[in-house]
C-alpha cells in the first residue's frame, strides 16, 4: 500500500486520465514507450499492436497507461513496477519535464509508504517472478554447479492418490537441471512454503492457499528478445509446432522457456513482423517452434483474434503441423481431483462458441473437436515438479470469461465430460479447418481460477498456472 492506505494501482490511477493526453503525443510516445518496451514494462506485442491501430493521440496514449495499468495490476510487487514506470518518465533520455513531475509525485507516494513499512515489507525487484512449486529454478543447462533436491522428505508428504497419479506419468524434469549459489539472490531458497496438502484428512478443498514460489532464473529473464528482422527461409523450414499463448501473463511464461532452451541448445532467437505480429522463431526444449500472443490487450481475449492470428500464420507457414494453445483456464471445481496450478492437457474441446439462445435455455450448434491419436501421443501425461498434476480430459472453449458460479454448473452440465474451460481453443480449431496441410490443434493450461465469481481470491495463482503449462509444453518438446 501507498501513501495514506493507497494502493499502487490508486496512485497510478491518480495520474492516469492526465498521462493518456501526454503519452499518445510525439515526441514523448516513440521515446517513451522505447523505454518502457526495454525495462520490460509493455510487450513487443502491446506495443505493435497500439502502433498499428491508426488511433489518435489521444487513444493513443489512453492504451499505453492502461497496458501500464494493467502490469502493475498483474505484477508480483506493484510498489517496485510504479516505480520502474517512474524511472522510465524521470529518465535523462526521456527527458520531459511533465512527465518527471508526475514521476515525482508517485514515487513520492510509494517511497513514503515504503518508510512506513520498514522492517516489514522490503521493496522487492520486480522481476524476478517468485512463483516456486519447491525449491526448482529452472536455470541453463550450461551450468556447471550441480543441485541436490535438501526437500527430499517432502515426496514421502504426497498423498495416495497423488502417488499413483505420479506413477501413471513419465518424468522429463532431468532434462532442465537445477542450479543453487547461496550468493545468488534468484537460486533456490527455503521452500518451506509447499502446495496446501488436499485429498485425505482434507475435508474442504476450496480453501487453497496462495501458490508457493517458483523461481526464474535472473540471467535468463534478463536475456532480451530480438527486434523483428527479415528471415532467411532456410531459417523457417520445417518447423512444425506454433505456440499460442494468449495475454501477456501467458506469452511472458512462454518466452522464459523459449529464452532458456536457446541457452541450452545454443541457439539464437529471431524475430519477424507480419503485418505488426510479432512472431519468435527459436528452440522450445529440443524442438524448433514459432511463438506469438493472440491477446495482446483485453479486448482480443477470445477466439475471434486467435482464429484470425492462426489463420494469417498457416497461411504462410505450411510446414506448421500442430498448435499449441498455451496459458490459463478455469477448472470445474477444487476436488482432490483438481487443484489450482494443475495442467489440463486436452483430447477434445468442446465449442460453446456457436449456439442457439432459445427462450428457455442455450444449445449448442458447433461440432467438437477430437484430437488425433497422434497428437495426444506426443503430449501424453509427463510427470511435472511438486505435486502439479496434469489432467487429461475435455475443454470447453467459449467466447465469454466464465466468472459466475450458475453459469459454470450450466456449462459443464451442457459438457459432463468437461473437466475445464477457456476462451480460444475453438478459435484456433476454426482457423485449421480452412487449411491444405493437416493440422491439429491442442490446448494444455494451468487451472487459474474456479469462475465461480472469485477471481480477486485467486489472482495470484494465474502466474503460476501459466508456468505450469509453459513448463509442461517444455518438457513434451525437450523429449
Known amino acids: 500500500m501507498a501513501e495514506g492506505g493507497e494502493s499502487a494501482i490508486d496512485v497510478f490511477g491518480k495520474v492516469l486520465t492526465k498521462l493518456s493526453k501526454i503519452l499518445g503525443r510525439e515526441p514523448p510516445f516513440t521515446i517513451v514507450t522505447a523505454e518502457l ?24 496514449g489512453n492504451e499505453v497507461a492502461e497496458k501500464l495499468k494493467e502490469k502493475i ?25 511533465t512527465l518527471k513531475g508526475y514521476g515525482a509525485k508517485m514515487r513520492k507516494s510509494i517511497s513514503n509508504q ?59 524434469d532431468e532434462d532442465e537441471p537445477m542450479t543453487k549459489d547461496s550468493k545468488n539472490p534468484t537460486g533456490p531458497q527455503d521452500m518451506s512454503t509447499q502446495i496446501p496438502k488436499q485429498g485425505a484428512g482434507n475435508k474442504k478443498f476450496d480453501k487453497q492457499e496462495g501458490p508457493p514460489m517458483w523461481l526464474y532464473e535472473q540471467m535468463i529473464l534478463d536475456r532480451k528478445l530480438p527486434k523483428p528482422e527479415t528471415i532467411e527461409t532456410e531459417d523457417l523450414k520445417g518447423i512444425e509446432y506454433l505456440l499460442l499463448p494468449a495475454t501477456v501473463t501467458e506469452n511472458d511464461a512462454v518466452e522464459y522457456y523459449l529464452k532458456l532452451s536457446s541457452l541450452n541448445c545454443s541457439t539464437s532467437i529471431k524475430a519477424i513482423d507480419i ?22 490487450a483485453k479486448n482480443k481475449q477470445g ?64 461440432g467438437n473437436h477430437t484430437l488425433r491419436h497422434d497428437t495426444v501421443n506426443i503430449f501424453k501425461k509427463l510427470k511435472m515438479p511438486r505435486k502439479i498434476k496434469v489432467l487429461q480430459g475435455g475443454i470447453v472453449s467459449t467466447a465469454d470469461l466464465i466468472d459466475n458460479p450458475g453459469i459454470k454448473e450450466e456449462l459443464f452440465k451442457k459438457f459432463p465430460n468437461a473437466i475445464a474451460g477457456e476462451m480460444e481453443g475453438i478459435g484456433v480449431v476454426t482457423a485449421i479447418e480452412y487449411t491444405l496441410q493437416r493440422v491439429d490443434v491442442i490446448v494444455i493450461k494451468g487451472i487459474g481460477d474456479w469462475g465461480d465469481g472469485n477471481k480477486e481470491a485467486t489472482k495470484g495463482w494465474k502466474p503460476f498456472a501459466a508456468r505450469a503449462a509453459a513448463h509442461y509444453v517444455h518438457n513434451v518438446l525437450n523429449q
Open 37 to 60: 518496451n526495454a525495462k520490460g514494462l509493455i510487450a513487443d506485442g502491446q506495443l505493435s499492436a497500439v502502433k498499428r491501430q491508426g488511433l489518435t493521440n489521444d487513444q493513443r
Open 73 to 97: 495490476g498483474d505484477s508480483d510487487n506493484p510498489n517496485e513496477c510504479v516505480l520502474k514506470i517512474c524511472d522510465v518518465f524521470e529518465s535523462d533520455t526521456v527527458d520531459y519535464p
Open 114 to 172: 515504503s518508510r512506513q513499512t520498514s522492517g516489514v515489507n522490503k521493496t522487492k525487484k520486480c522481476p524476478p517472478k517468485k512463483f516456486a512449486v519447491d525449491d526448482e529454478t529452472d536455470g541453463p543447462q550450461a551450468s556447471k554447479q550441480g543441485h541436490k533436491n535438501e526437500q527430499e522428505s517432502d515426496d514421502e508428504q504426497e498423498s495416495d492418490d497423488e502417488q499413483e497419479s505420479d506413477n501413471e506419468q513419465e518424468s522429463s
Open 275 to 296: 503485418d505488426g505480429l510479432i512472431i519468435y522463431v527459436g528452440s522450445y526444449g529440443k524442438t524448433k517452434v514459432m511463438v506469438t500472443m493472440t491477446a495482446p
Open 303 to 366: 477466439p475471434v483474434h486467435a482464429a484470425v492470428i492462426t489463420t494469417k500464420i498457416l497461411e504462410r507457414f505450411t510446414s506448421i503441423k500442430y498448435v499449441v494453445a498455451i496459458g490459463v483456464c478455469f477448472g470445474k471445481g477444487p476436488s482432490k481431483d483438481q487443484k489450482l496450478g494443475d495442467v489440463v492437457v486436452s483430447d477434445e474441446i468442446f465449442n460453446f462458441v456457436s449456439k442457439r439462445r432459445g427462450v428457455d435455455d442455450d444449445s449448442q450448434r458447433g
